[in-house]
């Protein structure tokens, strides 16, 4: 007996960074917040812009344009921060919006392109016009 809900599908938010989608498992993310004062650190990896507070607990925010190599928003263009479980802690990552949350089959990702392809790259999924890159966080070191 088939159930509406099956284990091989996935429940994903998706993001846009620059004008690129990009989605993850809904699971991973704890919440959307705006982008606000980010303390910088010391010695940080250049990715890295710093930490917040949020609500007591200390939390790095990292932008992932910087960690992919995509061409920077300007000063003050970045919109919210998606808070993530990411390895085990929670990790703040730069976004310019939150586009959906969407129900697919796992079979429906494909597999990641051989050129070029990195460990955080789950595959891509093909939605019509849009191709949306499935990101992995538990690979994104």
């Not at 994903?12 to 004008?19: A, D, E, I, K, R």
């Not at 995509?70 to 998606?82: K, S």
Request: a negative charge.
């Amino acid at each position: 007996m088939e159930t509406t809900s099956s284990v091989a599908d996935i429940q994903m938010v998706t993001f846009l960074l620059g004008s690129e989608e990009y989605g993850v498992d809904v699971m991973d993310v704890r919440e959307i917040v705006d982008i606000t004062d980010v303390t910088k650190v010391a010695n940080a990896p250049s990715h890295v812009e710093g930490v917040i507070d949020l609500r007591g607990s200390i939390v790095p925010i990292v932008s992932l344009k910087k960690r992919f190599g995509l061409p920077e928003a300007a000063a003050g263009d970045y919109n919210c921060i998606a808070v993530m479980d990411f390895a085990g802690a929670l990790t703040g990552f730069v976004i310019d919006e939150v586009t959906d949350v969407i129900r697919v089959a796992r079979r429906d990702i494909l597999p990641p392109l051989e050129l070029g392809s990195e460990p955080w790259m789950e595959g891509i999924l093909s939605l019509g016009p849009r191709l949306i890159v499935v990101m992995n966080l538990k690979h994104l070191a």
